[in-house]
């Protein structure tokens, strides 16, 4: 059976997925990344290998996602693709006439508008968490709540409190204040819920044209009270895909599996989940740029280097 494999690696979350001829999803892995994108990949891989059918075959490989070129060095990615692609393309299978894509991670969150089957505008917010799925993090577990149990409660609430979403700083002294001065958790929390949805439509849609059909992709469409609040807000239905928080994986082996059609992968193997690279940075002092450039090593050699403004480091990759 030739089967095709998307990675996403996020700064929260590292996520893969794997396609069969038919684009039916075979398997799939979810795991954190804790700030260690090549050991978060290895163990996504090797768990998918346990999953994968016998006899399946690895006939393509791309990558997506802000560690894309680092994880694309490591697996011997086909294709290295940007995450506002990939998440367009998971869109369009699932939904040919969407026209509208909510994206919201782990750390950064993404407007793509679609028209005619095609990405005509987007934007993406990648300094302020107060729109992002860390800072819901950091609320549960200040509350002492799973994200199910904010979710829960958040649907619970009837009179919502007003919490300003312009900052972490300030939203989080906010809640310890209306906490402080007795009003409930469930209005606190849907409070915090309609911030974060007033912040990303003020900084990340700006004025965009947010057109039905709307699908809400990512880790934080897990929360139902961010989908309300996306629906009251937009006075529209919000519609959350199955495999919501893998879409990004989803549209990575879906290009690649159109790309491999007359092609030989050069996919590394699952062994590389047991190979121990190295990754370091350092400043290129060529000009007066100073460039921060990475690279990735094993066994002494190095693989790959990226990160500069021109290509005098770029080694092995290509964006």
Known sequence: MKVYLGIDVGSLSTKTA????????VCRTYLLTQGNPVRALQHGLGHLEKLLPDGAEICGVATTGSARYLAGVIVGAD???NEITAQATAALHYMPDVQTVIEIGGQDSKIIIIRDGFVTDFNM????????????????????LTIEQLSQLAMKSCNPINISGKCTVFAESEMIHKQQTGHCTEDIIYGLC???????????VLNKDIVAPILFQGG???NKGIARAFKEELKTEII???????MGAIGAALLIKEEMKYTKSFFNGFNISEQDYITSSFECE????????????????????????????QEAIKA
């Open 79 to 81: 294709l290295i693709k």
């Open 194 to 204: 309609r911030s974060l949805v007033r912040n990303y439509l003020n900084y990340v």
């Open 240 to 246: 959350i895909p199955e495999n919501h928080e893998i």
């Open 286 to 313: 060529d000009c007066s740029c100073f460039c921060q450039i990475a690279q990735l090593s094993l066994d002494g050699h190095i693989l790959a280097s990226w990160g500069g403004r021109c290509d005098l480091w």
């Open 18 to 25: 794997i396609l069969d001829e038919d684009n039916n999803l």
């Open 220 to 222: 934080v469409a897990f």
């Open 125 to 144: 917010n990648t300094v302020c968490a107060a729109g992002t799925g860390s800072f819901l993090d950091h609320q549960a577990h200040r509350l002492n």
